[in-house]
């Protein structure tokens, strides 16, 4: 199995900093690479997929890098709205594997 | 509108059967691979498995392998997991996901199914 390790495991910063959080594969994925946002008690949301493909109606201030078995994800200006658990998701190959997760607390 | 539309929360006892399900609608059902993913309590997300709704090709995660089965009804645009002898460890929220786009990534989430299961 493909492991997807996160790191930091949470974060705390300020409204309109520059947050990152990173994915580093076990092996090389290309570029299949996917980053949800799970706010409190709801279910997850899909922001980018293909490592960079922000989905339609996600804020510009998200975006991701990367390729190979390095990713970013990075909010350009933090809000309060972006208090979440973020995963990224391998759809390399099967099984699929999660990262452990990020929470990002806003200070 | 695109939607999963999964069944109501469980509360169940060990050892008892379980079958949750998953609706979609808005979309073409039987063109898309439909995933589920479990969710521990206060834990992260884990892939169990995936199926093809038009010929219920099925793949399974080695973890969940054995202990559930997923299945589909074409007919009426839902798929479902199945316990046969639910565990304590059971208890968790279950989410359907449709998987879609450039590289399969889950576009379209269900509510989630919360599953308690007593010992």
């Known amino acids: 199995d493909i492991q997807m390790t996160q790191s930091p495991s949470s974060l705390s910063a300020s409204v309109g900093d520059r947050v990152s959080i990173t994915c580093r594969a076990s092996?090389?994925?290309?570029?299949?690479l996917n980053w949800y946002q799970q706010k409190p008690g709801r279910g997850p949301k899909l922001l980018i997929n293909?490592?960079?493909s922000l989905q339609s109606g996600v804020p510009s201030r998200f975006s991701g890098s990367g390729s190979g078995t390095d990713f970013t994800l990075t909010i350009s200006s933090l809000q309060p709205e972006d208090l979440a658990t973020y995963y990224c998701?391998?759809?390399?190959?099967?099984?699929?594997?999660f990262g452990q997760g990020t929470k990002v607390q806003i200070k | 509108e695109v939607q999963l539309v999964q069944s109501g929360a469980e509360v169940k006892k060990s050892g008892e059967s379980l079958k949750i399900s998953c609706k979609g609608s808005?979309?073409?059902?039987?063109?898309?691979?439909i995933g589920w993913v479990r969710q521990m309590p206060g834990k992260g997300l884990e892939w169990m498995g995936i199926?093809?709704?038009?010929?219920?090709?099925?793949k399974y995660s080695p973890s969940f392998r054995g202990q559930v089965t997923i299945s589909t009804d074409k007919s009426i645009s839902t798929t479902y997991l199945q316990w046969s002898s639910l565990k304590a460890s059971d208890t968790a929220m279950y989410y359907c996901?449709?998987?879609?786009?450039?590289?399969?990534?889950?576009?379209?989430w269900g509510q989630g199914t919360m599953v308690i299961v007593s010992s």
């Open positions: 996901a449709r998987q879609a786009g450039l590289n399969d990534a889950f576009d379209i």
């Open positions: 808005g979309y073409s059902f039987t063109s898309y691979w």
């Open positions: 199926i093809y709704p038009d010929d219920s090709d099925t």
């Open positions: 092996q090389s994925i290309s570029t299949y």
């Open positions: 293909v490592a960079s």
């Open positions: 998701h391998q759809s390399y190959t099967t099984p699929w594997t």
